[in-house]
């Protein structure tokens, strides 16, 4: 019996890199070491997440299914979703779509310039069982975990919020004075978190203006992490850092983040890329480029 091909997109959102399978009409399903085999980045297509785009049970424009590359399957990524929003319009001619993930409904809609799109991610959880956290704590702008030695410890009473996915943030003044690769591992898997946690540097380094390191579970040190963004945008605000809208700095770019007080929902805008098309022949995982993607472009200020 031939082996089956199936066509792919390769995307990013400010180096936030994705693999895309249309998986509407045609289901699909890799086990967790075929993920991680393709998410290589040494002797697979490399990418920090696969996303699977599937018919949606509420009737909503499409379900969006997200695998971390170690293949677990994690309910939110802010990036993805502004890049399957972005597909979703320009398939559809709209303005405005709805994707449905595990996290809830997420509405994707124009922003201004080429490839920009802002992503409502509905409401930031704040409460400790919300998180969640192991134990119980009043306060979650700045919870009780260090690490390091007890009089001198490394990093310490990070901030926890969840936009989706659970997230740790440290307040530091230099995000490039850690060494996040290392204490990133053993921070993510803290029993505090009993479903891991993003792992983010931030520091305020201008008015409104946050620069940040995401070390993001399942994946690890990455170029921008769209739920991070979100959830440092939020931790500032609620601990009087900054105003509700923020741009954060990431490796691979800026995000631009809004904590809108209206409905408390997060607004999140930045730029998509499509890199490349290709296809996998899903029983040997050998993959190859089909078509070039769009043209190189400068990431500009998020708004």
């Given at each position: 019996m031939a082996s089956e091909t199936r066509p792919f997109l390769k995307m990013n959102g400010l180096g936030n890199d994705f693999v895309v399978w249309d998986a509407r009409e045609k289901p699909l399903r890799l086990s967790r070491e075929a993920i991680a085999k393709l998410g290589d980045r040494?002797?697979?297509?490399?990418?920090d997440q696969m996303i699977t785009v599937e018919r949606s049970g509420l009737g909503v424009d499409a379900f969006m299914r997200i695998h971390n590359r170690d293949g677990g399957?994690?309910?939110a990524c802010g990036n993805a979703t502004r890049c399957i929003g972005r597909l979703l319009m320009e398939e559809g001619d709209k303005e405005l779509v709805t994707i449905e993930t595990s996290a809830g409904l997420l509405h994707a809609f124009d922003a201004a310039g080429p490839r920009t799109v802002t992503v409502d991610m509905g409401e930031p959880r704040?409460?400790?069982n919300q998180i969640p956290l192991a134990e119980e704590f009043a306060d979650t702008r700045a919870i009780e975990l260090?690490?390091?030695?007890?009089?001198?410890p490394i990093l310490h009473t990070p901030a926890a919020v969840n936009m989706g996915n659970p997230h740790a943030i440290f307040w530091v003044d230099d995000v490039e004075g850690y060494e996040l690769e290392r204490v990133g591992p053993l921070l993510e898997r803290h029993p505090i978190f009993p479903e891991f946690a993003n792992i983010s540097l931030a520091h305020v380094f201008d008015e409104d203006q946050i620069r940040v390191k995401v070390w993001e579970r399942g994946v690890g040190l990455t170029l921008a992490c769209g739920t991070a963004a979100c959830a440092v945008g939020v931790a500032a605000a609620r601990d009087g850092k900054t105003s509700r809208k923020t741009t954060v700095h990431?490796?691979?770019g800026p995000i631009g983040i809004e904590w809108r007080e209206s409905d408390n929902h997060v607004l999140m805008t930045g730029l998509t890329e499509v890199e490349f098309e290709g296809e996998v022949d899903i029983d040997t995982l050998d993959w190859r480029k089909t078509a070039t993607g769009d043209a190189p472009q400068e990431a500009?200020?998020?708004s």
């Open positions: 040494e002797s697979g297509i490399g990418f399957e994690v309910s704040l409460e400790w260090q690490i390091g030695p007890i009089d001198d990431l490796p691979g500009g200020s998020a």
